[in-house]
């Protein structure tokens, strides 16, 4: 080969091993900004299923109700807490939203007779004659018969009494100056005891702001008043009502089971909590910025009686305030059930669960001798440490089990207690009126505006639970009558 045959096939080798080099460093720039584009792809997709863990996390759980479950906006006075793993969402204590759709239809059943109410007898009689037929226009008198009507209503305004008072001053022999007193006329302001009854009502039953209350004084009673006023009337019905409210928490302390549970409940915008005591016969709320257990020295007594039953969820504050407790049986099956759905390992133990807590019921149901129940304890509880004693692979049964370990003892002491219930939904069920009104109202503004929430709103609730009638009930006391 000649040198210029040569030098130019080395040119050529060289050209090639150029392109190719080229080629190289193309391909691996191209391979870098793929990859570079599927980290963040990665990153991005971590980041939606974290936040996609945290929505199912909050809604779709066992203790999330029925109206916050798909994706329902947070509620206000919801806050994550740190605590014992075996901690209960205070949502689920309120039982659900109780004005959420039933899945039963409204209504009587179809075929069912119908009742009407007999209307009231008539004040007044109005006989009208004329008619007006719209087809040929005539007017037309002399009817053949009449068609009567029954019409009940109210007028408006809504026709007000206006009473001056002389109360009569004296000075009694022992330097005392003595002014005469009316039940119906009140030691402050110019509204009477009914106005004040019908504003407390209002406020905490019919759930009406100030605002609308004040509205409501110039359309219907044709009297005018400031949002002030209407907070200055409830203010003042709580402070006739709270001497009642102390008594009904001395009540609580001396009874042998009281049924607890709390709800997050701003002030001012910071986090507190509306807790709830209820027995046979009281309802107690409490609103109050901590969730310990000093609430509940504070409520039932640094020294509430050891043979008395608190009846809760798994919160640690119980526990750590009281050695006998009732743990919530409704709480442990939705969660059971909960797991079962999502995981097949759980399943049998849901079954064994709710088979378990059906048999038990029913057997307290049948008044058994006492050493009948603590023979059927015995045996319970030898059945729950079986379940907990196997073992699971899947960290959420895991855990469950951990619950059902952690409450061993407090599972079964309706067994032996009588007038205890294996479930906490009494006070679940008085906590919902707390979380209707904590979503209307957002939050209460101040220590003064809690006592008053938590007085009247007591009141209100212990009345209807003794089978009481609250607007009587108010009036009377308002008005300086005994109050039952």
Avoid at 71 to 87: I, L, M, N, Y
Avoid at 232 to 242: E, G, P, Y
Wanted: charged share 30%; proline share 5%.
């Amino acid at each position: 080969m000649s040198l210029r045959s040569r030098g130019s096939t080395e040119s050529t080798d060289s050209v090639i091993r150029t392109d190719d080099s080229s080629l190289l460093r193309q391909q691996l720039v191209i391979k870098e900004l793929e990859n570079r584009f599927l980290r963040r792809q990665i990153t991005t997709q971590q980041q939606e299923i974290e936040q996609l863990e945290a929505r199912l996390k909050q809604y779709e759980n066992p203790n999330t109700p029925p109206s916050k479950q798909g994706g329902a906006a947070k509620s206000p006075g919801r806050d994550d807490q740190d605590g014992d793993e075996d901690e209960e969402s205070e949502e689920d204590d309120a039982g659900g939203d109780p004005d959420a759709a039933s899945d039963s239809s409204p209504g009587r059943s179809e075929g069912h007779e119908g009742t009407t109410r007999p209307p009231p007898e008539p004040e007044e009689t109005i006989r009208v004659d004329q008619g007006y037929c719209p087809d040929c226009e005539q007017i037309l008198s002399n009817p053949e018969n009449y068609v009567s009507q029954t019409v009940i209503d109210v007028p408006l305004p809504v026709p007000t009494t206006v009473v001056k008072y002389e109360l009569g001053k004296h000075h009694c022999s022992c330097g005392n100056e003595v002014v005469a007193e009316h039940p119906d006329c009140p030691k402050k302001g110019r509204f009477g005891p009914n106005i004040m009854a019908q504003t407390a009502l209002s406020r905490f039953h019919q759930r009406l702001p100030n605002r609308k209350q004040a509205e409501l004084f110039d359309w219907e009673l044709d009297h005018p008043v400031s949002h002030r006023t209407i907070y200055n009337l409830t203010k003042r019905v709580a402070d006739r009502l709270r001497p009642a409210y102390n008594d009904i928490k001395e009540k609580i302390r001396e009874s042998n089971v009281v049924y607890c549970d709390e709800t997050g409940f701003p002030v001012d915008g910071e986090q507190h909590w509306a807790w709830t005591f209820v027995t046979d016969d009281e309802v107690l709320f409490w609103v109050d910025e901590s969730r310990g257990s000093g609430v509940l020295e504070d409520v039932l007594g640094e020294e509430f009686a050891e043979d008395s039953t608190l009846s809760c969820d798994g919160w640690s504050a119980y526990s750590s305030y009281h050695t006998k407790l009732q743990r919530c049986w409704a709480h442990l099956s939705r969660e059971a059930e909960y797991v079962a759905e999502r995981y097949e390992e759980a399943e049998r133990l849901s079954e064994e669960l709710h088979a378990l807590h059906d048999d038990l019921t029913t057997f307290v149901e049948g008044e058994p001798s006492a050493s009948a129940r603590e023979q059927k304890r015995a045996e319970a509880s030898l059945h729950l440490e079986g379940l907990i004693r196997e073992d699971y692979e899947v960290r959420e049964v895991q855990q469950l089990i951990k619950k059902i370990s952690n409450g061993l003892g407090h599972w079964l002491t309706f067994m032996t207690e009588p007038g205890v219930d294996s479930t906490n939904n009494r006070a679940e069920r008085a906590l919902r009126e707390q979380v209707v009104l904590r979503k209307m109202f957002r939050t209460l503004r101040s220590a003064e505006g809690v006592q008053i929430h938590e007085t009247i709103t007591t009141m209100l609730a212990t009345w209807k639970r003794r089978g009481l009638d609250p607007p009587e009930q108010l009036q009377s006391i308002l008005g300086g009558r005994e109050l039952r």
